[in-house]
């Protein structure tokens, strides 16, 4: 997935999770897919940080120092990396990728499932 072709308008349409959050992490958007993956509400995640709020095992550096590097712009566009989140289900592998939004302010993190291991 190339996601500087992606159509973010409309979130829920999208087949694979997004949330957008603030460059602090606050969760701003909460997608259909991420819903169903993750097993989450939006009104149990929007408003909440992403990282000690809602995933807080995203709070390493595999994950959030990565993100807090795209902020600060030393990535450009295509961070990608493989990342295992631990559900109380099993443990998901999954493909990350953040996108900047056009307001610059907010960053996607885009979640394409691999499935369970």
Do not use: K
């Not at 990565?66 to 902020?71: A, D, E, K, N």
């Not at 990396?81 to 998901?92: E, K, L, S, T, Y």
């Not at 592998?93 to 291991?117: H, N």
Request: a negative charge; glycine letters at 6%.
């Amino acid at each position: 997935m190339d996601v500087e072709t992606v159509d973010f308008t409309n979130l829920d349409a999208l087949p694979f999770g997004v949330i957008v959050v603030d460059h602090a992490g606050v969760i701003i958007e909460y997608n259909a897919a991420e819903q169903r993956f993750a097993r989450r509400t939006r009104e149990a995640t929007v408003g909440r940080n992403f990282f000690t709020q809602v995933a807080p095992c995203t709070s390493v550096r595999a994950f959030h120092g990565r993100f807090l590097s795209f902020v600060d712009g030393q990535h450009r566009l295509g961070e990608r990396f493989w990342f295992r989140f631990p559900f109380p289900w099993g443990v998901a592998l999954v493909m990350i990728q953040f996108a900047r939004m056009p307001d610059m302010d907010r960053v996607a993190i885009v979640i394409e499932a691999r499935g369970e291991e």
